[in-house]
């Protein structure tokens, strides 16, 4: 990554466990680092507020954009508040928590404005290796996707994906390695309820997180 300390990187952002590894990740590792949010009509605002509060702590710049059109497309539980949300994934498709189109759309626009910034460098925080089942967190959508805004843009946006092949225990053991585990562990809100920290315990999110946590702190214990 040396190559890249004299870059700037923009930053997927939304506050949660993954995206706020992400993004002291990428301060790390570029220059200057800025964080894009996104309003897509979510279940709760907690987590547009929650993104600002945390990119002000880390004293990246932050903006948000509206891609509320997202939640009049195909219905899902994150958006729809009349659907019950699946605790697991059905056997014969997708949990109804998937938003589809979402990060491709998310990809676009954050292309789009890296574009008119002069910005090459991407980063997301999606993740092949523990998730919920959602196509368009494989790794092989993240390099089709990259090669896509490449010929559409005529530039050379690299993606990156820190997370891509962590489970979850794996990613708060990054969080520690970069000095901010108690900042991901108390302040970021991962839960599809709108609860910070721990979260409500009962959504895939918080199940997903919190059992990522337990291991993690049994393994750094021994």
């Known amino acids: 990554m040396e190559e890249y300390t004299n870059q700037d990187a923009l930053v997927l952002f939304s506050g949660g466990q993954d995206s706020t590894t992400c993004l002291y990740w990428a301060k790390h590792h570029f220059k200057h ?30 903006r948000v954009l509206d891609a ?6 195909a219905p899902n ?35 789009t404005l890296a574009y008119a910034e002069g910005i090459r460098h991407l980063v997301t925080g999606v993740s092949e290796a523990d998730y919920s089942g959602y196509p368009d967190c494989r790794d092989t ?17 690299v993606i990156h994906t820190p997370l891509m092949w962590r489970n979850k225990k794996q ?15 108390n302040e970021t809100l991962t839960c ?12 895939p999110a918080c199940l997903l ?11 750094r214990e021994r």
């Open 171 to 185: 990613v708060w053991q990054l969080a520690d390695e970069l000095g901010v585990f108690e900042i991901v562990k």
């Open 77 to 111: 539980s994150l958006t729809d508040l009349t659907m019950r949300m699946d605790q697991e994934k059905p056997a014969d498709s997708y949990p109804n928590t998937f938003v589809p189109g979402r990060n491709l759309l998310f990809l676009t626009f954050a292309a």
């Open 68 to 73: 509320s059109i997202i939640s009049h497309l």
């Open 141 to 157: 959508f993240i390099r089709s996707a990259n090669t896509t805004l490449n010929l559409a843009m005529d530039k050379q946006f």
């Open 33 to 62: 680092t800025y964080a894009l949010c996104f309003t897509y009509g979510q279940r709760h605002s907690q987590e547009v507020e929650n993104a600002r509060r945390i990119a002000g702590m880390a004293e990246t710049p932050f």
């Open 209 to 219: 997180r919190n059992k990522g946590l337990e291991e993690y702190m049994a393994e």
């Open 192 to 203: 599809y309820n709108g609860i910070l920290a721990e979260g409500c315990g009962h959504c």
